[in-house]
């Protein structure tokens, strides 16, 4: 049997339907925010199966389960989605209920549709980011690049859209094992992280001549606060453009 989920059902509504499946289709600030790692997360813990994908126009999510698990679903949706995520339009369509799918999964992105999705926001570093930032014994101690499912570089990385790490600046950055186990495992707070980098393969600070000769042998945040010192001009690279610094006195 198929019926339709409303977000009004009512408990005996729920209970008396075995399983459903709805397509969700998501508008709004939907990419580059945690949106895809969410549904997945969620989806596990509530034990559904289904998928998700980003397309050109938004978010596309089939979720299936016992119609209680989904109500909690879309309410999660609606209540609690990624801190960085805004949902501008939500349309839920009921579907067949398929029996040739197990667990849920996250779709190679569709660029089909015409694009109709904003491009994500940079976010600053997140408590847990900073946490990690300043500890000695993690192993992004004072990594300058560091970020995660919910935070850092969105706008300024991406060249084209859907929002992947192909379609960023770090497609040159080939993911360590380390990384690439976070990047993989739903319980991970880097879990589908695009930008996800880390001493060992991320970007490097780099202190450059005004010529753009690249300045070798000296540790680039050390040197620049020598030179700072010194009474030089710097012009620090930050996301999204430069700042001037120089020792105002
Ligand atoms: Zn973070
Ligand atoms: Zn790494």
Known sequence: ???????????????????????????????????????????LALGLNGWVRNDAAGLQCEVQGPAAALRVFTQRLRQSPP???????????????????????????????????????DAAPCADCLDELFDPADRRHRYAFINCTHCGPRFTITQRLPYDRPNTSLAGFPLCPACAREYRDPSDRRFHAQPVACPACGPQLALWQPDGTPIAGVDPLAEAARRLAAGQILAVKGVGGYHLVCDAR
């Open 1 to 43: 049997m198929n019926a339709l989920l409303q977000p009004d059902a009512t408990e005996a509504d729920a209970a008396s339907v075995a399983e459903l499946r709805l397509h969700l289709h998501l508008r709004g600030a939907v990419q580059g925010v945690g949106f895809r790692p969410w549904c997945a997360q969620q989806a």
């Open 83 to 121: 801190p960085l995520a805004r949902i501008d339009a939500l349309q839920q369509t009921p579907q067949t209920v398929r029996s040739d799918e197990a667990g849920f999964r996250i779709l190679a992105s569709d660029a089909g549709a015409a694009l109709a999705t904003g491009l994500p926001a």
